[in-house]
Every structure is written in structure tokens, then in C-alpha cells.
């Protein structure tokens, strides 16, 4: 797969310069740009009763979502927060550090970020900020004609991208999509409509891997610097939000930022602690129907469901940290070892020798071999199927029936991510609450989004605990306020410095060192 997206990118930037000036059929119309919102319609009263019996409130998500739900999991949600009320005070790069620091003048000791990296290595400070927020914030045409292989091997481009080329390579990816700068519409001799443009598709059309590429991409100019990387879903099982005894997978959710090991032996194994930051990609450009008032659109209520679901799941894997897995399928019948091995199934297991032996005597009759040969019970059943007259054509296939799937049915070995040691990075020791960190990102769009989860409000939706004393009126850690940054364009030179200022004072706070902090 990884194959294939190179090959594509490769063949889409050859000639791609040119292609952008010779009509060709229209693509798509863009739809109008939407974003979810959020305001408070309905009766706080019953949402407050609604949130009294929580498996109802998340069992009912399965089904379909309303305004009630937020209000009754009591989510306050504060959109277009500056940068400085996101990030705690002395963390957050001065907008001095655009300048290149060789000319600029001396900061103040107020305006100097105090960067103490736990991870061991040089802090990041000025220089290593400007290199790639200079290139960020060059202008898309002259930054796409410096991408290697976009002018046809005409020569270099006009600059040189040093650690943004991976960036642009795939941002040009998503302009052909997303970028209508360049539309043009004609009419040919046969009246048919043509088009000269970037873009060869409309947004709502795109892959989803450009996003998530893009973003990663992105993000990874400010997780570097910080001896940070950038961690995928291996499983789907990774993604699963513990409610008590329930699982919820939560959709949308692509990496985290984790940061390196400090030991040289587990960083050599690829070792990596945290996770520090979600990365939340989502598709969905339409957000209510013509009769949906702004705010209770289902997929508005569902982005906003799920990037708190995105948040907790967070805040459970950080609260992992020196604990051991308890799996859930522990004791259960399906994975004992009477079951496994048919101990109290006799019958069950007559009946699935009988299967078998039947099965192998009609394929040995078959291809002349013994009916008795290779047969184990305990093990995969296989057969010879030539395909030809010589020997060297036989193939060997597995056999699976329904008795041997049932035989050989096995739990998942954990919900656990592999090569990942749990830490909670960047909490104080003895601090009752974790903020947690999002970048969230729809259209070509990404913004930052802080929730502060208290420990007790975690615990009760871990585990339960304390719910018979839960009063949703009185508890005040109960209480999830989102506060959300603007939404930053990615086209826009200026934004995406803005949202690399922001994500590298949420990385330098993280990562603060605590006894210099």
C-alpha cells in the first residue's frame, strides 16, 4: 500500500505543472466550506436526569446522537480560544521566532521560553523553531514547484525545503482535491464544460489517507525537535474506550505523539513512551440537513462525541502507566482451556473427527493420496491441489471447516498496543487532573483542543466508580470543558505558522522538565 501512494504521488507531481494549465473536463463542484458547532438547546433539568444512568446515555450512542447527550455528559465546549489561554504562560514560541535568528534582537526574559525537554537531549529553542516555520509560511505555488520531480526534471525548484518537503508533497495531494484558487471554467465548441485548475476532484471526494498523511506530516515538524514520533493504530482494538465493562471503538482517531525511549537498548527496539498528543482525522464535510438548526446536526453532535471519546481514551492509556493489563476475556468461557481443548464437549468433538476424517478420505480418493496422512487434530489440516502435471506446480492450501474454526478460535493477545510503554508525560506528579491535547482536522482545516480530565471523573468512567453518589449537578470534576483553538487553514501561509506556534508550545510544555520548570 505504502508502494502504490509513492508511485501515485511520483506520477501525479511529474507533470503536474503543466497538466494545471490545459483544459480538461470539469471535475466536481466544491461544496461550501462547514464546520460543527455547538449551542445549547434543549432543558439542562432533564439533561441532568438523562445523565443519571449512563449505560442507557452510551448504550443510546450506538443508535443515533442529540443535543441531549453532550448537555447530559456535561461537556462545555469553548471554540476560537487564543493560543495564550490554550497553552499555559512561558511555553508558547513569541511570534519574534518567525525572524530569522541571526538578526533579531535579544528577547526579554519575559518573552523567553523556558523548554526543559525530559527526554534527555537539548532543548529546542529559536533556531530549530524558524528553519521550518520560515518554510511554512512561503507561499503554496512557489513551495509545490520546489517539491523534487514537480517541474519535469527542468531543474531545481525556487527554494530549497529542507523539513517541509514531505509536507507539501502531500498538501499537494490534498489541493488537487481542496484548492479552488486556480478554478477557471469554459465552454468548449461542443458546449461542454472545461476546466484548467489545481484541482482534479472535489474535497468531499478525497482519500482519506491525504488527510491523515498531511496532518502527520505536520505535526511531526513539532514532535521531532522534541525527540518525539509519531505512533499509528496498529489494531483496531488499540482504539476501544473502556466504559466499565463495555468497549467503544472510537472512529477517527489515526496516531499519537509519543515520545523516544531514554534507554539506548529499547529505543534500538523501537521502544516508544506515552502517548503525549491525539491526532483526530475525520472525512465529513456536511455537518445538519436543511432542517437541522446549527448546532443539532447529527454529524456536529458526532464530531464533538467523538473527540471527547478520542480524549478519554487518551487519559486511559496515559493512566496506565505502572499498571498491568487486566484483560477483559480473562475466565470467560470462550477462551478457558475446557473449551479450548472440547474437554466437556465429547459429543462435539466426535462429531468434528468424523467431519474431518470424512473430508480428507473424499480428497485422498481424489488426488491418490493417504487418507490417514498428515491428519492432526490439534493442528491445520492441509491438502495437495495440483494445478499441473509436474510436481513442482502443487500447491498447498489450508483447509478450514466450521469445526476447526470453532477448535481454534483465540482471543485477541491484548488491547494493549504493542511497543508502547505507557507514561504520562508532562503531569505532575500528584496533580488530580490530565490535560489532554487533540489535533483535530476536517476539510483542509486542523485545530487544537485542550480537555482537562480529572482523575475521579476517569475512574467513574473506567470502573463505576462511586455512581450511586453521582449528582451530575454538584460534582464538579464531572464537568468537561472543551476548549477548542480556530480552525487553521492549511492553505494559508500565516495559519499554518499559527498552528505550528501552537503545537510547539503544546509539545514544550509536555515535555517541561519538572525540577527546572
Known amino acids: 500500500m505504502v508502494g502504490l501512494r509513492h508511485v501515485f504521488k511520483e506520477a501525479s507531481m511529474a507533470g503536474a505543472k503543466a497538466a494545471d494549465a490545459h483544459p480538461r ?30 449505560n442507557r ?11 441531549l447527550d453532550i448537555e447530559g455528559l456535561n461537556i462545555t465546549l469553548l471554540g476560537e480560544v487564543p493560543l495564550d489561554r490554550m497553552v499555559p504562560e512561558g511555553y508558547l514560541p513569541p511570534k519574534a521566532w518567525f525572524e530569522d535568528p ?4 535579544q528577547l526579554s526574559s519575559a518573552e523567553e521560553v523556558i523548554t526543559n525537554p525530559n527526554s534527555g537531549k537539548g532543548r529546542p529553542g529559536h533556531k530549530e523553531f524558524h528553519t521550518p516555520a520560515k518554510e511554512l509560511r512561503y507561499h503554496n505555488d512557489v513551495c509545490f514547484d520546489s517539491i523534487p520531480g514537480r517541474l519535469g526534471g527542468k531543474g531545481p525548484g525556487p527554494v530549497k525545503l529542507s523539513h517541509t518537503s514531505k509536507f507539501y508533497q502531500n498538501l499537494l495531494l490534498m489541493a488537487e482535491s481542496w484548492d479552488t484558487s486556480k478554478d477557471h471554467y469554459t465552454m468548449d465548441e461542443e458546449g461542454k464544460e472545461m476546466y484548467t485548475g489545481r484541482r482534479y476532484g472535489a474535497g468531499h471526494e478525497m482519500p482519506p489517507h491525504y488527510r491523515e498523511d498531511t496532518i502527520s506530516a505536520f505535526v511531526e515538524l513539532c514532535a521531532w525537535p522534541f525527540q518525539c514520533n509519531i505512533q499509528l493504530p496498529r489494531l483496531s482494538v488499540n482504539r476501544n474506550l473502556q466504559f466499565q465493562d463495555r468497549y467503544f471503538l472510537i472512529h477517527g482517531i489515526m496516531s499519537t505523539v509519543c515520545r523516544n525511549s531514554t534507554d539506548r537498548q529499547k529505543a534500538r527496539r523501537g521502544i516508544l513512551e506515552g502517548p503525549l498528543v491525539g491526532i483526530q482525522c475525520r472525512n465529513a464535510t456536511e455537518f445538519r440537513t436543511a432542517r437541522d438548526r446549527v448546532g443539532e446536526g447529527k454529524e456536529e453532535i458526532l464530531h464533538h462525541l467523538l473527540e471527547v471519546g478520542a480524549a478519554v481514551l487518551l487519559a486511559q492509556k496515559r493512566a496506565r502507566e505502572g499498571k498491568k493489563e487486566d484483560k477483559p476475556w480473562n475466565d470467560k468461557y470462550w477462551t478457558n482451556a475446557k473449551r479450548r481443548h472440547l474437554g466437556e464437549l465429547g459429543g462435539y468433538r466426535q462429531d468434528f473427527e468424523t467431519d474431518v476424517k470424512a473430508r480428507m478420505e473424499i480428497q485422498a480418493d481424489e488426488f491418490g493420496l493417504d487418507p490417514m496422512d498428515g491428519v492432526k487434530m490439534e493442528k491445520k489440516i492441509s491438502k495437495a491441489k495440483y494445478r499441473g502435471k509436474n510436481a513442482k506446480d502443487a500447491k498447498k492450501t489450508t483447509y478450514v471447516g466450521p469445526h476447526l474454526a470453532y477448535w481454534n478460535t483465540k482471543p485477541p493477545e491484548s488491547l494493549w498496543e504493542p511497543k508502547v510503554e505507557y507514561r504520562m508525560i508532562g503531569k505532575e506528579p500528584g496533580a488530580g487532573v490530565d490535560h489532554i491535547y487533540l489535533i483535530s482536522s476536517l476539510n483542509h482545516h486542523i485545530s487544537i483542543v485542550n480537555i482537562p480530565i480529572d482523575d475521579r471523573y476517569l475512574d467513574f468512567i473506567t470502573h463505576g466508580s462511586k455512581q450511586a453518589d453521582f449528582d451530575p449537578s454538584t460534582q464538579e470534576w464531572w464537568l468537561l470543558e472543551v476548549k477548542r483553538s480556530k480552525w487553521y487553514d492549511l492553505f494559508d501561509p500565516d495559519d499554518r505558522g499559527e498552528a505550528m506556534r501552537g503545537i510547539w508550545g503544546v509539545m514544550a510544555w509536555l515535555m517541561r522538565d519538572f525540577g527546572k520548570a
Open 25 to 54: 473536463p470539469a471535475p466536481a463542484r466544491p461544496r461550501p466550506l462547514d464546520f460543527p458547532h455547538y449551542q445549547v438547546h434543549g432543558d439542562i433539568e432533564a439533561a441532568q436526569q438523562y445523565a443519571r444512568d449512563l
Open 57 to 67: 446515555l452510551f448504550l443510546g450512542l450506538e443508535k443515533g446522537v442529540s443535543p
Open 102 to 105: 541571526s538578526t533579531t534582537i
